[in-house]
């Protein structure tokens, strides 16, 4: 009895070591995966990413994002908007994957489902922090695969390539982005479009930032060629982190704007954003 009793023990204490080890190594991996910040924070700009367009910086976030749109007889609630996660590798590339929305159309021709899943990936070309320039210039690849149902989504993948740059002074920034949305068949009926956002953000308050994007599209060829729809976005972006917060430590914000179409084209309108973010 008493030698099934030290074996046991002697199983116990090997298993609560092995768990120990495994949990020192698994903190060790996740200290390391979030050293990323650490490093981008001596290389980058320190302004948070616009609420529509895209980031010229490098960085490691989970968007949890909802919209409420308004299109003639249709009012549509996006439960993902678009977002998703993205990940750093190395100093110089960013990898983000986009799960497909869904969509709550109150409509009695549009019916509720899935829309497209979203790929991207970022490259840095060029950046530097406070003391060295305040930018950031990065090339952008971007690809979505047509899996929205009953309409959701596009007819088939689009690709999406552009740069991305940025420029700070104090406590003011511009960012603007400038490319394309190039889809992979059906170009009649889809056409394509020359995208290019400008966003102007000021940091109100240690934890506040307001901003405000111009989104444009330049519709090219398909059954809207020549015309052009525009929003003008304002924002708001709210930072949650403690005094003792250091580039390593994970942080939350909290933001939301809305679209307001400035052209008489548009294929929306009102549409009201809201997101909560985790960058790790």
């Known amino acids: 009895m008493k030698k099934r009793s030290f074996i046991f023990s002697l199983a116990l204490t090997a298993a609560l070591a092995a768990c120990a080890s495994s949990a020192l190594a698994q903190q060790t991996a996740y200290e390391r995966f979030r050293a990323h910040n650490d490093a981008m924070t001596a290389l980058q700009p320190s302004w948070v990413a616009p609420l529509v ?30 977002k ?35 790929t991207q990936v ?37 690709f999406g390539p552009r740069l991305a740059a940025g420029w700070a002074r104090k406590r003011f920034d511009v960012q603007t982005t400038l490319g394309g949305a190039l889809p992979t068949g059906k170009i009649a009926a889809q056409g394509r479009a020359i995208e290019w956002n400008v966003t102007a953000q000021a940091h109100a308050s240690a934890h506040l930032w307001l901003g405000v994007e111009d989104n444009a599209a330049f519709n090219l060829g398909g059954p809207f060629d020549g015309t052009v729809q525009n929003f003008a976005t304002p924002a708001a972006f709210y930072v949650v982190r403690p005094r003792s917060w250091k580039p390593t430590h994970a942080f939350v914000i909290f ?26």
């Open 53 to 82: 367009q895209s980031d010229s910086r490098l960085g490691q976030f989970v968007r949890l994002s909802f919209s409420s749109s308004y299109m003639p007889g249709t009012h549509s609630l996006s439960y993902g908007n678009g």
């Open 84 to 118: 998703g996660f993205g990940v750093i590798a190395f100093n110089r590339f960013q990898f983000d994957f986009m799960p497909p929305s869904y969509f709550q159309n109150y409509s009695s021709t549009m019916k509720d489902g899935a829309g497209d899943t979203g």
């Open 122 to 158: 970022k490259f840095r070309i060029a950046s530097g922090n406070a003391q060295h320039g305040n930018y950031a210039l990065s090339a952008i690849v971007s690809k979505s695969f047509a899996t929205g149902s009953y309409a959701n989504g596009m007819a088939t993948g689009i």
């Open 255 to 280: 933001d939301g704007g809305m679209q307001i179409a400035t052209t008489r084209f548009h294929f929306y309108n009102h549409n009201l954003i809201s997101e909560m973010r985790v960058l790790f």
